[in-house]
Nanobody, 127 residues
Framework: QVVLVESGGGLAQAGGSLRLSCEASGRTFSNYPMGWFRQAPGKEREFVAAISRSGSRTDYADSVKGRFTISRDNAKNTVNLQMNSLKPEDTAVYYC????????????????????WGQGTQVTVSS
């Protein structure tokens, strides 16, 4: 059973930056794609970004493309989300997720394709 612990959330001004990190344990990290999702108050959880198990392929939601960058360090069992040019609409609880299937190059973007979730970290962007 994978255990995921996020860190790095907080308060930022519009146009600012934050970096989220997620440390994984409990299974072979490098065998699985990883993702970030977010959930704003009153809204459903939505896909933000995902990365293949080697890090060679990534995918992003249109709303964050060009502003957010996902990366991973398989030696340290960590996945990161660098968030630049933040907007108030980025305010949400951000969740790190581990894919349920060890896809070699496929990057899953559906929450149903993930079976490991962190506890979430709050990101608040003020205008």
């Amino acid at each position: 059973q994978v255990v995921l612990v996020e860190s790095g959330g907080g308060l930022a001004q519009a146009g600012g930056s934050l970096r989220l990190s997620c440390e994984a344990s409990g299974r072979t990290f490098s065998n699985y794609p990883m993702g970030w999702f977010r959930q704003a108050p009153g809204k459903e959880r939505e896909f933000v970004a995902a990365i293949s198990r080697s890090g060679s392929r990534t995918d992003y939601a249109d709303s964050v493309k060009g502003r957010f960058t996902i990366s991973r360090d398989n030696a340290k069992n960590t996945v990161n989300l660098q968030m630049n040019s933040l907007k108030p609409e980025d305010t949400a609880v951000y969740y790190c997720a581990a894919a349920s299937t060890p896809y070699t190059t496929y990057v899953p973007i559906d929450a149903g394709q993930y079976n490991g979730w962190g506890q979430g970290t709050q990101v608040t962007v003020s205008s």
